[in-house]
C-alpha cells in the first residue's frame, strides 16, 4: 500500500488550492479519503479524537443491508421463476444458485442505477460547494433499490433518485440537512408520480406484467399482488360471494393458507425487493442495535406500536383487514424493514431518548392504522415514517422545552 | 458526608503513560513566561517594562476592565521582553530569571484575624485571584461578585491526571488554612468534592461531597451540576486544589510559592514521573532528554483540554500536567489502521470498534489524528452517553452555532464551561469542535447579556 501511498502524494499538489485539477479536488478527495484516512490532525480542543467516523458508520449500516439484498435477490430470482412456469406454488427452496442468478440479473440493474444516479448527483453538488463526498448516500443508495418493486423500470429509479437526492437532501444542504428520509422520498415519489408501476398486482413479480399481456391464457387465475394487496382485494371480493355470513374469515383462512405466518416471517412472499424477509432485518437490526448505529428505542416502539394498533384493529373487526392478528401485520409488507432500516435514520428521527420512544410508538401505529384503515394505500409503512419525519421535530421541542421548563423551576424555587 | 454521587454517564479514557510516584526536582529555566492568552478574555495592562527587576510575587500586568486583578511573577529575575502579536496584542511576558527566587513579602502576621475583605484582598494582590474561575462563563471570577458556592475538586478524572493524594499528602497543614480562608471569604460555602474514602476527607470547615465513577467525575463543572447547579443571575467560583494549598502556605509563610507539582505523562515520554517545576518554565526545560522520537505533541494540560505547546513555548498558568502523545499527522490504509480496520489499535466508546470487548486493564497509544472529517452533526444519543448533566448537548451545540441567544440561556449555557463538552468532543463521529463552538456561545453570552 504504500505504493498507493506514493502515488497520493504525488497527485495531491495538482488538486489542491492553485493546482491543475483544483476544480476536481472534491473527487479526488473523496477517492484519496476512503482509502486512506486522511492525515488531519487535532488543532482545537481535544487532542485526540475517537476512532469512529462517518464512514464506518455508515459502511456498517450497508453491511446490515447485505442479508435483506441477498435475500431479496434470491426472493426475486423464485418469483420470477413462479411467472414463468405460471405458477405460485413451486417449491421455495430449489433450484437456488439458477434462482440467485436470475433474481441477480433483475436486482444489480437497480443497485447500479441508484448508487450511479445519486452519487453522479452528490458529486456535482460536491464540486458545487468545494467539498468531497459525504457519506450520507452510501446508505441511501442501498436503500432505494431495497424499497423497489422488482419490476420497476430503470428509468423510474434513476429519476426517482434524483428527486430524492435533490428536492429530499441537497436543497437542505447535504447529509445531515435533510427533513425527511431520502430513500423513503424516492418510494414516495414513484408511488404518487407513477401510482400504476409501484402498485396493483402486476409490479412485484418480474416479468409478469409482459407475460399477461402476450400470454394470459397461461396465467389463469395466477396473482401477482402481495400479500396486503391481496388481503385488499379478499375485501372488495366480498359483494361478490354475498350471501356468506363469514365473509371476513373466509377471507382470512385464504389468506393465511396464501401467506402463512412463518413464509412471511423468511419472506417467501412477493413484495419490494429488500423488504420481504422479517428475518433478514431482523439480522440486520441486530448488527445495527450491537454496533450502536440503530436505535433500539426506535425500532422496539415501533414494533409495539405496530402490534398494539393490530390488537385494537381487531377488537373492532369486522373485515378480513381488521381481523388479521397483530402479529401477523408485523411480518408483511413493509413492516419490519421499515422498522429497522428507514425510521431509525439518525438524521431524520427523533434526537432526544425520550423522543425516539413516542416517535417509533405513534411511526408504528400509524403504518398499521394507514394500512387497514385506508386499503388505497396498503403499503402505510413508508407514508407513516414521513408523516413521523416530519412530525420529529415537534416531538423534540416539547422534550426540549420540558428540560428548559425544569431548569426554569429550579430558578423559581432557588 | 452526604451520599456518594456516581457517574455513569462517562468515558475513562485509558491512556499509556501514567505518571510513576517519583518525584525530580526541574531548575527554573533561565526565560520564564507568562501568556495573558492563558486567561480567557483578558485585556493585560502593563505594570513592568522591559529591563525592570522583579522579585517573585511582583505585579506584571492587571486586568484592564477589573483593576484589581492582578498578575505576578513566577520568579525572580529582569523582564526581558514584552512579546506582541497581532494589533499589538501582548502575547508573552518573558522574565529572564536570576536564580536567586527572592520574594516579596506580604504582611500575613495577623493572618488568623483576617476578614473576608483582607482575604479577598490578599488573593488579589498576591495573583491568587487569577487561579479563582468563575462560572457561568468560565474565567476569571468577578470580585465584585458574590458567590453563591465556592467549588474545589479533590481528584482529577482526566486521562493521566495526577493525584492530588500523591501531591498534596505531605502539604495537609496549608491546605487547611488555605481553605479556613476560602470558607471566610465566601461565608462558609466552600464545597469539596473527593472520590470516596479520600484523604481529604480529613479537611475540616467545608461542605464534603463524595463523587465516584466515570470521568467527567472529577470536573468541577459535574460536581456543581449535581451539587447545586448555576442559574442565570448566580455566581459560582472554583479553583484548583493544589492552588488552595498554595495561597495557605502564603498565609503562614508570607511568600507567594509558584513551584508546583506537576505531573509528565504520555506515551511519547521515556519516564513518565512527578516532576517539581516553577510556573512559566519553558517546556523544553520540563522536557528536558525525556521524549522519545520527535514527531510528537507536547501538551500543557491533559488530552482533552490542554493547550498544543512547542519546546520554546511555557508551561500553562491553569495546568498541573504535561502531556506528549504521537501526532497523527500521516495517512493510515483504510483496511489496516484506517476507517474500515479491525480497530483493537483504536480506544472508542462506539461499539464500531472492538475496545469494548478489551480487558479494562488494556490501554491505548493515541495519536493526535482525527479519525476522519468534519460533518454536519447525523447521529444522535452519542453525545449524551457522555454528560451527565441534566442538559441537552446537542441542542446546547447547536444553539451556540447558531448564536442563538435566548436557546443558548434556556438549555443551560449558564452552568457549562467549554471543558464540560471535552469528552463529548471526542466521541463526535462528525468530529465537530464542541468546545470551540461552546466557547464562542460563551464570548457571545458575555458581550451581550452580562
Known amino acids: 500500500m504504500k505504493f498507493l501511498e506514493k502515488y497520493l502524494h504525488k497527485m495531491e499538489p495538482h488538486f489542491i488550492k492553485g493546482g491543475k485539477y483544483e476544480k476536481w479536488n472534491p473527487l479526488f478527495e473523496t ?108 446508505v441511501s443508495g442501498m436503500l432505494i433499490p431495497l424499497t423497489m418493486p422488482a419490476d420497476v423500470p430503470l428509468w423510474m429509479v434513476a429519476i426517482a433518485t434524483a428527486f430524492a437526492v435533490i428536492i429530499g437532501k441537497e436543497i ?43 400470454n394470459t391464457a397461461d396465467l389463469d387465475g395466477f396473482s401477482g399482488a402481495t400479500a396486503l394487496g391481496d388481503l385488499a382485494s379478499f375485501m372488495s371480493d366480498k359483494a361478490t360471494v354475498a350471501g356468506e355470513t363469514v365473509q371476513s374469515s373466509m377471507a382470512l383462512q385464504n389468506f393465511s393458507s396464501e401467506y402463512g405466518v412463518w413464509e412471511s416471517f423468511i419472506g417467501m412472499i412477493p413484495g419490494s425487493i429488500g423488504e420481504t424477509s422479517t428475518l433478514a432485518c431482523l439480522i440486520g437490526g441486530l448488527l445495527l442495535v450491537l454496533t450502536g448505529v440503530g436505535s433500539l428505542r426506535i425500532i422496539l416502539s415501533f414494533f409495539a406500536g405496530g402490534f398494539i394498533m393490530g390488537l385494537l384493529l381487531n377488537m373492532i373487526g369486522g373485515n378480513a383487514y381488521l381481523d388479521l392478528a397483530a402479529h401477523h401485520h408485523l411480518v408483511i409488507g413493509g413492516f419490519a424493514f421499515g422498522a429497522v432500516f428507514m425510521a431509525t435514520d439518525p438524521v431524520t428521527a427523533s434526537q432526544t431518548a425520550f423522543g425516539k420512544i413516542i416517535y417509533g410508538f405513534l411511526g408504528g401505529f400509524l403504518a398499521i392504522m394507514i394500512r387497514v384503515l385506508n386499503p388505497a394505500y396498503p403499503e402505510g409503512v413508508f407514508l407513516a415514517i414521513l408523516f413521523m419525519n416530519i412530525m420529529a421535530p415537534i416531538i423534540d421541542h416539547y422534550i426540549i422545552q420540558a428540560n428548559i421548563n425544569r431548569r426554569l423551576k429550579r430558578l423559581k424555587t432557588a | ?35 495573558p492568552l492563558d486567561f480567557h478574555g483578558l485585556t493585560p495592562k502593563m505594570v513592568v517594562k522591559e529591563g525592570d527587576v522583579v522579585k517573585v510575587g511582583d505585579v506584571l500586568f492587571f486586568d484592564k476592565k477589573e483593576a484589581s486583578i492582578k498578575f505576578v511573577s513566577p520568579v525572580s529575575g529582569t523582564v526581558k521582553s514584552i512579546v506582541r502579536g497581532e494589533k499589538r496584542r501582548i502575547i508573552n511576558v518573558l522574565i529572564s530569571t536570576d536564580g536567586k527566587q527572592t520574594a516579596k513579602k506580604f504582611d500575613v502576621a495577623k493572618a488568623s484575624d483576617f476578614t473576608a475583605e483582607d482575604i479577598k484582598l490578599l488573593l488579589l494582590e498576591s495573583g491568587f485571584w487569577s487561579t479563582i474561575k468563575q462560572r457561568p462563563l468560565d474565567v476569571i471570577a468577578n470580585p465584585n461578585n458574590q458567590a453563591k458556592g465556592f467549588f474545589v475538586s ?297
Not at chain 1, 405458477?87 to 443497485?111: H, Q, S
Not at chain 2, 503513560?17 to 531548575?27: L, N, P, V
Open chain 1, 31 to 138: 477517492l484519496a479519503t476512503f482509502a486512506f484516512t486522511p492525515k488531519l490532525v487535532t488543532t482545537k480542543g481535544t487532542h485526540i479524537r475517537d476512532g469512529v467516523d462517518l464512514k464506518r458508520t455508515m459502511f456498517t449500516v450497508v453491511i446490515a443491508l447485505i442479508p435483506c439484498l441477498l435475500f431479496g435477490i434470491y426472493n426475486t430470482g423464485h418469483w420470477e421463476y413462479a411467472v414463468a412456469e405460471g405458477n405460485r406454488d413451486i417449491p421455495y427452496f430449489a433450484e437456488m444458485g439458477a434462482k440467485f442468478l436470475t433474481g441477480l440479473t433483475i436486482v444489480l440493474p437497480v443497485v447500479v442505477v441508484s448508487y450511479g444516479v445519486g452519487l453522479t448527483i452528490e458529486f456535482i453538488f460536491g464540486m458545487l460547494r468545494g467539498h468531497a463526498l459525504h457519506e450520507g448516500f452510501l
Open chain 1, 172 to 214: 437542505f444542504g447535504g447529509t445531515g440537512m435533510n427533513v425527511v428520509n431520502i430513500a423513503l422520498t424516492a418510494r414516495a415519489f414513484l408511488f404518487f408520480a407513477y401510482p400504476t408501476s409501484m402498485s396493483g398486482d402486476k409490479v412485484w413479480m418480474s416479468g409478469l406484467s409482459e407475460k399477461m399481456s402476450t
Open chain 2, 1 to 35: 458526608m452526604s451520599n456518594t454521587i456516581s457517574i455513569r454517564k462517562g468515558l475513562n479514557i485509558r491512556l499509556v503513560g501514567e505518571a510513576k510516584k517519583e518525584i525530580k526536582d526541574i531548575s527554573v529555566s533561565s526565560t520564564v513566561g507568562i501568556s
Open chain 2, 154 to 450: 479533590s481528584f482529577d478524572s482526566s486521562p493521566l491526571a495526577p493525584d492530588y493524594e500523591y501531591v498534596l499528602g505531605d502539604d495537609f497543614e496549608n491546605l487547611q488554612k488555605g481553605f479556613d480562608a476560602l470558607s471566610k471569604l465566601t461565608g462558609d460555602k466552600v464545597h469539596l468534592s473527593s472520590k470516596p474514602n479520600s484523604i481529604f476527607t480529613k479537611i475540616k470547615g467545608v461542605k464534603h461531597h463524595s463523587f465516584d465513577g466515570l470521568h467527567p467525575a472529577g470536573n468541577v463543572g459535574t460536581q456543581m451540576h449535581h451539587i447545586d447547579p448555576v442559574n442565570k443571575g448566580e455566581f459560582v467560583w472554583s479553583m484548583n486544589i493544589q492552588e488552595v494549598a498554595a495561597f495557605g502556605r502564603l498565609l503562614s509563610e508570607g511568600t507567594v510559592q509558584a513551584t508546583r507539582k506537576v505531573a509528565l505523562t504520555g506515551s511519547e515520554l521515556k519516564n513518565p514521573q512527578y516532576v517539581n517545576v516553577v510556573k512559566g518554565t519553558e517546556m523544553s526545560a520540563i522536557l528536558d532528554k525525556a521524549v522519545e522520537g520527535s514527531n510528537v505533541r507536547y501538551i500543557s494540560g491533559n488530552v482533552l483540554t490542554g493547550d498544543q505547546k512547542h519546546l520554546t513555548d511555557f508551561l500553562g498558568h491553569y495546568h498541573n500536567q504535561v502531556t506528549v502523545i504521537p501526532e497523527g499527522n500521516e495517512y493510515k490504509f483504510f483496511l489496516t489502521t484506517g476507517w474500515l480496520g479491525h480497530g483493537f489499535d483504536k480506544f472508542s466508546n462506539s461499539r464500531l470498534f472492538p475496545t469494548f470487548l478489551l480487558p479494562k486493564s488494556k490501554k491505548f497509544t493515541l495519536d493526535t489524528n482525527t479519525n476522519g472529517e468534519e460533518r454536519a452533526f447525523v447521529v444522535s444519543g452519542e453525545l449524551e452517553r457522555v454528560f451527565p448533566f441534566d442538559i441537552l448537548p446537542v441542542q446546547l451545540t447547536k444553539a451556540a452555532i447558531t448564536q442563538d441567544i435566548d436557546g443558548m440561556e434556556n438549555l443551560g449555557i449558564y452552568e457549562v464551561a467549554p471543558e464540560d463538552f471535552a469528552l463529548c468532543e471526542y466521541v463526535c463521529t462528525t468530529k465537530i469542535n464542541i468546545q470551540e463552538k461552546i466557547r464562542q456561545g460563551l464570548d457571545l453570552i458575555a458581550s451581550e447579556c452580562m
